[in-house]
């Protein structure tokens, strides 16, 4: 702990110190915590009778130069290198506590100049009861299907959603499972999320479906097997983008997948190419020419089908349309995992031929088109009331302020996404904010960090607690109203701040 950072004194409403107890407003939970302590949280302790926040106030450093290397730089720590801007100090909400009871003023309303312009930024860690997380799964195979619930040790915490362009999607938490069920779902429910916000592996079960391992920024693993590669494409876009490495070298390729089938012999790509006919018959619903809909169930198989055996999805070869004796197929799932070679026998049978050489470049450039599975888990949350009034007296002032591009949000300082509409709800990625920076509290909800960066004339003319600004060398120096130092990171410019336009904006 800092001895530059000010202990929180007992003050009215606030921590009362009962026997050897004392009594933390962090949140509505209001635990007792004995001396060397902590709360149901985690985050606050006592501390020779004085509520503290125990993890440390976190500042990102710029690197000097933009292409140089982003090494760790802790308080205290000496420092020789030239790779951090001194001058370019952003104090991050992690660690600094929260505005809970609401009335409070952020814990940090910062100023500093930045290229000449005086900038605000206020962090807290909102406590939020209405959040969610959105985890992408990169993968063709069959996880579930949609509505399905999602499961973890045996409480329901979210369900499968629509599926995207190779990934399976999940969504997990929200209000309803953190309030409106059993408790033994609310507090499993905010477990999951904080394990995924803070980059630890989750154990799912889906309702009708697989087991997986889901840990962001890490391969999925689907039913006790890890993920390697997501798939290419579709069927029909694998034709598209490989119609060519394919002509001269076979008489017809099939691209097995559970969306859509390609057939390139049929497909527009083949046509354009000069591809004859082959007279070969799919089983399956026809979209357009050379793209099937259907040809199977969803499942492990090829493609994300059932299938174990892809001759399965033929029909009769049809010789007034092409087939003939000693025509060649290739069968191939969108990833290049798995593949075949046929040729047809004179009663126009396929039969299994061993894989030739001439093929295998064009399976390996599938294969290596295809990205790493990776599980991506995104942050989803509404910052209510409570959290604005910390920042501005008018709540709704901060709100259009967002939503007029006059204030920017980050989250332990990595850019997020603000939704349309109404209110202020946001999304980020986890693997961009600092590891650990998520916590919770047992009502149940967790807890985010959040900053808003605006100009300190704009902050003024909202409303905003003019009387607590302070300067980022004052909370260098001094720390805050909680015993916690500071820790100082470097931010690359992949969360750069404050964001170039708005600089422009004002300049205007």
């Known amino acids: 702990m800092s001895g530059l950072a000010e202990r929180f004194e007992s003050r009215e409403p606030g921590a009362k110190k ?24 985690d985050r606050y302790g006592n501390r020779d009778g004085h509520i503290v926040r125990m993890d440390p106030l976190t500042i990102l450093y710029h690197a000097a130069q933009s292409d140089a290397e982003l090494v760790p730089f802790a308080s205290g720590t000496p420092w020789t290198g030239e ?4 001058d370019r100090p952003f104090v991050t909400a992690i660690g600094a506590g929260t505005t809970y009871p609401d009335y409070k003023p952020a814990p940090f309303i910062v100023s500093q100049l930045v290229e000449g ?16 997380v959105k985890v992408k799964i990169d993968t063709d195979r069959h996880i579930g299907p949609e ?11 979210g369900h499968v959603t629509t599926g995207e362009y190779g990934s399976q999607m999940l969504s997990l938490g929200g209000v309803h499972h953190l309030t409106g ?39 999925p693993v689907i039913d006790g097997k890890p993920e390697k590669r997501m798939r290419v494409g579709c069927g029909s876009a694998t034709i598209g983008m490989f119609a060519t490495q394919w002509r001269g070298l076979v008489d017809e390729v099939v691209v097995v997948d559970d969306h859509i089938t390609g057939v390139v012999s049929e497909h527009q790509a083949g046509k354009v190419l000069g591809w004859e006919d082959t007279g070969i018959k799919i089983i399956g619903r026809r979209s357009t020419p050379g793209r099937y809909f259907k040809v199977s169930e969803p499942g492990l198989g090829w493609g994300g089908t059932t299938i174990s055996d892809p001759l399965s999805i033929l029909g009769d070869w049809n010789a007034n349309k092409g087939a003939r004796p000693g025509l060649s197929l290739l069968m191939v799932s969108t990833t290049g995992e798995q593949f075949a070679y046929y040729e047809l026998d004179e009663a126009l049978k396929p039969v299994s031929r061993p894989f030739p050489e001439r093929l295998a470049h064009s399976v390996a450039l599938i294969e290596e088109n295809c990205e790493p599975a990776l599980c ?7 910052a209510g009331g409570s959290l604005r009034a910390g920042v501005v007296d008018n709540p709704v002032n901060l709100t259009r302020s967002v939503q007029r591009l006059q204030t920017y949000v980050t989250v332990g300082g990595a850019p997020v996404y603000v939704w349309p509409g109404g209110g202020i709800t946001l999304m980020v990625d986890v693997m961009r904010v600092l590891e650990g920076a998520f916590g919770s509290v047992p009502t149940p909800a967790l807890v985010a960090p959040v900053e808003f960066t605006l100009t300190r004339e704009d902050y003024l003319a909202l409303g905003g607690h003019k009387d607590h600004i302070r300067t980022v060398q004052d909370v260098q120096h001094a720390g805050g109203e909680y015993l916690n130092p500071r820790q100082g990171r470097l931010a690359g410019e992949e969360n750069p701040w404050p964001p170039r336009a708005q600089l422009k904006r004002q300049r205007r």
């Open 18 to 41: 009962t026997g050897e107890k004392v009594r933390c407003d962090a949140c509505p939970v209001m635990c007792y915590i004995a001396d060397g302590a902590t709360g149901a949280c």
């Open 83 to 86: 790779l951090i801007d001194p």
């Open 117 to 132: 312009i005086d900038m605000v930024t206020v962090v807290t860690e909102g406590i939020f009861s209405y959040c969610g």
């Open 147 to 157: 509505t399905a619930t999602v499961r973890v040790r045996g409480e329901a915490v």
């Open 181 to 219: 069920g059993s408790k033994a779902e609310g507090r499993i429910t905010c477990e999951t999320m904080l394990d995924l916000c803070n980059r630890k592996p989750v154990e799912l079960s889906i309702d009708g479906g697989a087991m997986l391992i889901v840990e962001a920024g890490k391969p």
């Open 376 to 382: 991506t888990v995104v942050f989803m949350g509404g």
